[in-house]
Nanobody, 118 residues
Framework: QVQLVESGGGLVQAGGSLRLSCTAS????????VGWFRQAPGKERELVAAISVITSYADSVQGRFTISRDNAKNTVYLQMNSLKPEDPAVYYC??????????????WGQGTQVTVSS
C-alpha cells in the first residue's frame, strides 16, 4: 500500500513559479511510475506530466513544467514555471506499476490547489 501526500500549492502571479511535492509512504516507491494530474472546475482531469523510465508532458505544459524524483526522499516534484491563467486547478499525484512508459495508476493523493492571479 502507498499513501501519497501533495504539498506546495498556493497563489502565484502569472509568470511566476511553484514547486509541487508528492511524498509517498510505503515501501518500494522507486519502483512505481508517478504522474501529476490536474482538474479545473467544469473540466476533465488532465495528465500533465509523468515519470517512469522516461518523462512525458502534456503539450500545454511542455517547456514550462518539469517532473523529477528523489527516491531517497520518496518524493516526486513538479516544477512549474511561467505559470499562466489557464494553469489553475487542483493538482493530484498518482502512482502505480508501469511497463515501459505505460503507468497503471493505483494510488492517488488528495490534491493541492494552484491559483494563478493575472
Amino acid at each position: 500500500q502507498v499513501q501519497l501526500v501533495e504539498s506546495g500549492g498556493g497563489l502565484v502571479q502569472a509568470g511566476g513559479s511553484l514547486r509541487l511535492s508528492c511524498t509517498a509512504s510505503g515501501r518500494a516507491f522507486s519502483a512505481y511510475g508517478v504522474g501529476w494530474f490536474r482538474q479545473a472546475p467544469g473540466k476533465e482531469r488532465e495528465l500533465v506530466a509523468a515519470i517512469s523510465v522516461i518523462t512525458s508532458y502534456a503539450d500545454s505544459v511542455q517547456g514550462r513544467f518539469t517532473i523529477s524524483r528523489d527516491n531517497a526522499k520518496n518524493t516526486v516534484y513538479l516544477q512549474m514555471n511561467s505559470l499562466k491563467p489557464e494553469d489553475p486547478a487542483v493538482y493530484y499525484c498518482a502512482a502505480g506499476k508501469f511497463v515501459i512508459a505505460t503507468i497503471t495508476y493505483e494510488y492517488w493523493g488528495q490534491g493541492t490547489q494552484v491559483t494563478v492571479s493575472s
